[in-house]
């Protein structure tokens, strides 16, 4: 794992864009480093729409959303000083979805947080940065948080948690 290459998990939250803001104040434009935007899909759930039709516009302006925040996070790292070169972005749609053939890959549907730590470990980056979303105790012990999952199953690697 290479501490200069880092994963940013990007959605479409405030907190993805502060992770990011952060992470172009510490790399800026220091040579040798590489950050990888990673936006995972999740799709609204087939039975809160009344046909196909319905769900798959649903599925394709989240899509439009989450490349948008994409690209204002790339906008975001750009005007902090990293040199656009150095960014690369991927998105990975669910396989359920409808938008999953334009997608640069496919997402199995396990958890948010080991897909993020699989795909670093895969693309070989020692630093992974994520946004706290900031939700409270008595929901994070019902449901947990993605970046305290990242915090507990992150093996070899540095994890920055902005908040």
């Given at each position: 794992?290479d501490?200069?290459?880092?994963?940013?998990?990007?959605?479409?939250?405030?907190?993805?864009q502060?992770a990011?803001?952060?992470?172009?104040?510490i790399?800026?434009?220091?040579?040798?480093?590489?950050?990888?935007?990673?936006?995972?899909?999740?799709?609204p759930?087939?039975?809160?729409?009344?046909?196909?039709?319905a769900?798959?516009?649903?599925c394709?302006?989240?899509?439009?959303?989450?490349r948008?925040?994409?690209?204002?996070?790339?906008?975001?790292?750009?005007?902090?000083?990293?040199?656009a070169?150095?960014?690369?972005?991927?998105?990975?749609?669910?396989?359920?979805?409808p938008?999953?053939?334009?997608?640069?890959?496919c997402?199995?549907?396990?958890?948010?947080?080991?897909?993020?730590?699989?795909?670093a470990?895969?693309?070989?980056?020692?630093?992974?940065?994520?946004?706290?979303?900031?939700?409270?105790?008595?929901?994070?012990?019902?449901?947990?948080?993605?970046?305290?999952?990242?915090?507990?199953?992150?093996?070899?690697?540095?994890?920055?948690v902005?908040?």
């Open positions: 794992m501490p200069k290459k880092m994963l940013i998990a990007v959605d479409a939250s405030e907190n993805a502060r990011a803001e952060y992470a172009a104040r790399v800026g434009a220091t040579p040798g480093f590489s950050l990888t935007l990673l936006t995972l899909e999740r799709p759930e087939r039975d809160l729409y009344k046909d196909d039709a769900h798959r516009a649903a394709q302006a989240r899509e439009g959303e989450m948008a925040a994409q690209g204002a996070i790339k906008a975001v790292l750009v005007a902090g000083g990293v040199p070169g150095m960014i690369s972005a991927h998105y990975v749609a669910s396989c359920k979805s938008q999953a053939e334009g997608a640069d890959q997402s199995l549907g396990q958890s948010i947080a080991l897909e993020i730590l699989d795909f470990k895969a693309q070989g980056c020692g630093t992974v940065v994520v946004g706290r979303r900031g939700v409270s105790k008595a929901e994070e012990f019902l449901f947990g948080s993605v970046s305290s999952k990242i915090v507990h199953n992150a093996k070899n690697c540095t994890v920055w902005i908040s």
